[in-house]
C-alpha cells in the first residue's frame, strides 16, 4: 500500500486544517489507519486510529475533543481543530493490520506533512 499525504500548513492558534491521506496499490479497507506525529528530536506521537469499517476511533489524550479522524474507500482524513503551537509537527499516516497506538505495530507509511502553529 502507498501512502500519500497532504494538507499541512501554516495557522495561527485556534485555527483549523485538514489533513488527508490517499492510498493506493493495496486493499485499502483490510487496514487500520492512523495519524502519528513527529517532532525533531522526539518520538514518533500517536494521534488517532479508525478501524476498518471506520466504526472505532481512538486518539491521543493530547488531541482529543480536537480532532477528528474519518475515512471513506480510498484515504483517510484528520480535521484539526482548536490548533495550539504544540501541534507544531510532521504528521504521517500509516496502515497497518491491528487497532493500537503503538507505532511500531504499522506497516505503511506516508511521507508526512509539516503542521506549523503560530501563537
Known amino acids: 500500500v502507498q501512502l500519500q499525504a497532504s494538507g499541512g500548513g501554516l495557522v495561527q492558534a485556534g485555527g483549523s486544517l485538514s489533513l488527508s491521506c490517499a492510498a493506493s496499490?493495496?486493499?485499502?479497507?483490510?487496514?487500520?489507519m492512523a495519524w502519528f506525529r513527529q517532532v525533531s528530536g522526539k518520538e514518533r506521537q500517536f494521534v488517532a486510529y479508525?478501524?476498518?469499517?471506520?466504526?472505532i476511533t481512538l486518539y491521543g489524550n493530547s488531541v482529543k475533543g480536537r480532532f477528528t479522524i474519518s475515512r471513506d474507500n480510498t484515504m483517510v482524513a484528520l480535521q484539526m481543530n482548536g490548533l495550539t503551537p504544540e501541534d507544531t509537527a510532521v504528521y504521517y499516516c500509516?496502515?497497518?493490520?491491528?487497532?493500537?497506538?503503538?507505532?511500531?505495530?504499522?506497516?505503511?507509511w506516508g511521507q508526512g506533512t509539516q503542521v506549523t502553529v503560530s501563537s
Open positions: 500509516a496502515a497497518g493490520r491491528f487497532e493500537t497506538s503503538s507505532n511500531e505495530a504499522y506497516d505503511y
Open positions: 496499490g493495496g486493499t485499502f479497507s483490510g487496514y487500520v
Open positions: 479508525i478501524t476498518r469499517g471506520g466504526g
